[in-house]
């Protein structure tokens, strides 16, 4: 039961385009998302969140989108850059009756930003 | 991301065997987690701990033990591998109780055979 899902394995994008990842969710009890990117034979790394409470977040090149109703999430890269290659996860999270804020990670999808 | 080191890199091993993993943070983070990750399944995370002394099961946790007897350190263990276990295993720390700005090791690539 994939309650975070990733349906494009993969992406590509021309360099100084817009790159859009999305994610959809199942789970209602979600209330925080994350996005995650991972280099080859590295860890991942933070990237962004956003609240249930908004429906945007913005930091720099990246901006993520939340649609609640259509349980969707997006992350905007602009513009697309050759170091933003890389593997990202989109990653969600709801409380559970320990207090500790379980996550569910998507499958990943591999953005080749093409010079 | 020096701030969580995980120890091997890489390891092979027969299926019966057992090992450790390590994962060390030097952050005084309080929230310490174990992931593994396979193709096509995203990360799963195993075993985490809030606190040194304390650990709990994630949602993959059968065939894996965990310690955490100091804060900076918490181990993995595989008692007898089977190969199911291949996997690259991921430790990552946190301040808060909330994968937000989450740091990671670099990954363990373990393989069973």
């Known amino acids: 039961d994939q309650q975070v899902k990733q349906n494009s394995p993969s992406l590509s994008v021309q360099e100084g385009r817009i790159s859009i990842l999305n994610c959809d969710y199942t789970n209602s009890m979600f209330d925080y998302f994350l996005w995650y990117k991972k280099y080859p034979a590295e860890g991942p790394t933070f990237l962004i969140s956003i609240s249930s409470i908004k429906d945007k977040n913005e930091d720099g090149r990246f901006t993520v989108f939340l649609n609640k109703s259509a349980k969707h999430l997006s992350l905007h890269i602009v513009p697309s850059q050759p170091g933003d290659s890389a593997v990202y996860f989109c990653?969600?999270?709801?409380?559970?009756?320990?207090?500790?804020?379980?996550?569910?990670f998507g499958t990943g999808t591999k953005l080749q930003v093409i010079p | 991301n020096a701030g969580v080191t995980q120890t091997p890199k890489f390891r092979v091993l027969k299926t019966g065997q057992s090992m450790t993993l390590l994962c060390a943070q030097d952050?005084?983070?309080?929230?310490m987690y174990w992931y593994r990750q396979d193709p096509g399944m995203g990360l799963r995370l195993i075993h985490y701990s809030v606190g040194e002394g304390t650990t709990a099961k994630g949602e993959v946790p059968d065939g894996y033990n965990v310690s955490r007897l100091k804060k900076q350190n918490f181990l993995l263990g595989l008692e007898s591998a089977a190969p199911s276990q291949t996997s690259v295993y991921f430790c990552a720390s946190t301040i808060i109780p909330r994968l937000t700005e989450a740091f990671f090791g670099q990954g363990t690539r373990l393989t069973v055979v």
């Open positions: 990653a969600a999270s709801a409380r559970n009756s320990g207090g500790y804020q379980k996550v569910t």
């Open positions: 952050m005084n983070h309080e929230y």
